[in-house]
């Protein structure tokens, strides 16, 4: 899931687990499972797992009174950060913008404006702020269906639509390992990135699987990628609405992905591996070259790099520092 905690004793990422209002204990015994997104090495696609559970349906509940995810690796002590970058691989001025904060993702709306999606690491819940020149105006938690601190929307992907709504994708489902709960990558819409109504059930899983941080791509013929992460690897899924999705393929090459479009239209992935990395795709996402690694740590004095997002039409990438 989109809220990482970073692991001391492998590379300068993790999984992206936020989970706001959930004990320390189940934190830890999924993160047994999760803690591996920075290992896996270069290498050709591999043929997906093609498992999953009955198809959940995502509706929300309210998570209740919010309180610090006070893990010791966890979103209480990771930062937001923003750099510019014109190309999507060489970044420049980077900043913090958000203490206590994980997980981000950003969009730039049809009005100019770049709302950030995030877990507040001191409130348990996903957040929402508007970026403001060298800071983050800090709105509030998202709604879901009408409901204040919705539980357990956790790694928020944001996407703008043709008509100006916001699709989120996210994680659905969290519970103590060893549950029969379904989890899947659910969607949501908003007219204003503040008030979302859930959309559909994107992508339905088992709890056997650690499959986290969901981010969408709409392809220039009008189907959809998802890339997800599954450890250290990236799952890749496809979809002919953007609503229903397949799985496609296994990436070996690292894990918290983030899907964009390059300046000149290919598919650009950049996933965790020692910072974070480039991939490239020219046929639609179904094989990939590397480019190169874009951040590198330390950044600002920490060690911890992961979480990548790169802003279509802002100019910006934003990221999670920690450690």
């Not at 109504?197 to 013929?221: K, W």
């Not at 480019?291 to 934003?318: K, W, Y």
Request: charged share 15%; glycine share 12%.
């Amino acid at each position: 899931m989109r809220g990482s905690f970073g692991d001391s004793t492998n590379d300068t990422c993790a999984p992206r687990l936020a989970l706001g209002a959930v004990s320390v204990r189940v934190v830890v015994s999924f993160l047994t499972a999760a803690l591996a997104a920075c290992g896996g090495s270069s290498k050709s696609p591999s043929t997906a797992p093609t498992g999953s559970s009955a198809t959940p349906t995502c509706v929300p509940s309210a998570g209740g009174p919010g309180g610090p995810i006070n893990d010791p690796s966890g979103p209480y002590y990771h930062q937001v950060v923003v750099a510019q970058t014109a190309d999507g691989l060489t970044m420049t001025g980077m900043r913090q913008v958000i203490d206590h904060a994980s997980v981000p993702d950003a969009v730039r709306r049809a009005d100019g404006s770049v709302l950030l999606y995030y877990v507040n690491g001191a409130m348990g819940y996903t957040y929402v702020a508007r970026l403001e020149g060298d800071s983050a105006r800090v709105l509030g938690p998202i709604t879901l269906d009408g409901i204040a601190n919705p539980l357990g929307v956790v790694d928020p992907d944001a996407v703008l639509l043709p008509d100006g709504r916001i699709r989120l994708a996210f994680f659905w489902g969290f519970g103590a390992s060893g549950t029969a709960t379904a989890r899947a990558m659910c969607l949501a819409e908003s007219s204003d990135g503040i008030n979302f109504t859930m959309r559909a059930t994107a992508l339905a899983f088992t709890p056997a699987e650690t499959l986290t941080d969901p981010s969408l791509l709409a392809l220039a013929d009008g189907t959809w990628l998802m890339a997800i992460s599954a450890g250290q690897n990236t799952l890749i899924a496809r979809s002919t609405d953007g609503l229903a999705f397949t799985r496609e393929a296994t990436l070996t090459f690292g894990g918290v992905p983030e899907l964009a479009r390059a300046p000149d239209g290919a598919v650009r992935l950049y996933v965790c591996k020692g910072g974070i990395t480039a991939y490239r795709s020219t046929d639609a996402g179904r094989s990939w070259s590397q480019e190169r690694t874009v951040v590198a740590p330390p950044v600002n004095g920490h060690q911890i790099v992961c979480d990548p997002s790169l802003v279509a039409g802002a100019g910006l990438f934003v990221f999670k520092t920690g450690g």
